[in-house]
């Protein structure tokens, strides 16, 4: 049994890789529920990186980017990191809350509610289908939120996790609104041995 993500066979990155696409279709249907608009979700890439290569994946170190930060209780303890360029999160807070389009230029207390709650959204997508294919009911922490340089974020992210984990499962979403498309991606830092649980439920060794 491989001892962290770098040492995945590739059927076992092929289980992984099923499991994001499922939580990527699972995303797009609430998110277009969400602000009514049809949402479609391309196939997403999922890659394992280690964690300090995290920022140059979207943009580099100094890109200004919104984070959702969330801790998974549950058999396999996780972490869940949710980054999208400043763009795209202002383009979610325009239209969730039926703004002109580019009329958002920070974000209030409402806007920052309204991105986390798009933090869950997402959140559960990905975990209801890990669920799906190992039976591993895993409940998310409420979501923290900020809006920083990529590297400043993980920076604290990295104190946060401290010896959990030294690599991500990285799947990069794109979701496509009938007007533009919104970037993000979506990482998941299990704790050491929530990986091994994860993979035997999953029935690969």
Do not use: C, W
């Not at 962290?4 to 092929?14: H, I, R, T, Y």
């Not at 200004?64 to 969330?70: A, I, S, T």
């Amino acid at each position: 049994m491989p001892t962290g993500f770098k040492d995945l066979s590739g059927n076992q990155l092929d289980a992984l890789r099923e499991i994001g696409n499922i939580g990527a279709g699972n995303s797009a249907t609430a998110l277009s529920q969400l602000i009514n608009r049809r949402i479609e979700m391309n196939v997403p890439n999922v890659t394992i990186v280690p964690l300090e290569e995290v920022p140059e994946l979207v943009g580099g170190p100094e890109t200004v980017v919104v984070g959702v930060f969330l801790r998974v209780y549950g058999k396999a303890p996780s972490n869940i990191l949710f980054l999208m360029p400043q763009d795209s999160a202002f383009y979610l807070v325009d239209t969730l809350m039926g703004k002109q389009r580019g009329e958002t230029k920070s974000l209030d207390f409402m806007d920052q509610s309204a991105l986390m709650e798009i933090g869950n959204i997402l959140s559960g997508a990905y975990l209801n289908a890990l669920f799906n294919f190992t039976q591993l009911a895993l409940l998310p922490s409420i979501p923290a939120l900020a809006m920083d340089m990529a590297g400043a974020i993980l920076n604290v992210v990295l104190v946060q996790l401290g010896q959990m984990g030294d690599h991500a499962l990285v799947i990069e979403t794109k979701f496509i609104s009938e007007d533009d498309g919104i970037n993000g991606h979506f990482f998941l830092v299990p704790d050491p041995g929530s990986l091994e649980t994860i993979l035997t439920a999953v029935g690969v060794e």
